[in-house]
């Protein structure tokens, strides 16, 4: 009899074990989706950024590059526009790459073929936060330094 309850409780702590794990894999699967999911918008946030920089970056290569042919630019600074062009490329391929990477790793976890189109609807919006103006932060500084000579007045 002693025995039957041994195993009854071995096999409700077997159910229980597999429960935890089951919830503990599909917690890690959402988490690598996630992380994936967001790299790739990121990464495509990047590369759209990049592209206009590369395109900034060639104007620059090619207005150097006539100003050097003119003579009124030396080969410094052309050279400059050179190893900065290169290096816009460098990184808009860096996050294509990123890019490619993360669809890879998202269609592996969803079971797809590497063959299969896997598009992402969803949109990465950052927006820095407004910078606080030397005027503000004076102002500001006044005000609690008028605050706390009234709370020392009171204190006295």
Request: net charge negative; proline share 1%; hydrophobic share 35%.
């Amino acid at each position: 009899n002693r025995e039957v309850t041994l195993q009854k409780e071995m096999a409700l702590l077997n159910t229980e074990l597999q429960e935890v794990s089951k919830v503990q894999y599909v917690d890690l699967l959402t988490e690598k989706v996630s992380l994936h999911y967001h790299t790739a918008l990121i990464a495509k946030r990047a590369i759209k950024i990049g592209n206009q920089d590369l395109e900034s970056a060639q104007s620059i290569r090619e207005l150097t590059d006539q100003r050097f042919q003119e003579g009124i630019i030396d080969v410094i600074t052309l050279n400059t526009s050179k190893i900065n062009y290169n290096s816009v490329k460098q990184s808009l391929n860096a996050n294509k790459q990123l890019e490619l990477q993360s669809l890879i790793e998202l269609k592996k976890l969803f079971g797809m073929y590497p063959s299969d189109t896997l598009t992402l609807t969803g949109k990465f919006d950052y927006y820095l936060p407004e910078l606080v103006t030397y005027d503000q932060l004076s102002s500001n500084l006044q005000t609690e330094t008028a605050m706390l000579q009234l709370k020392q007045a009171d204190t006295r």
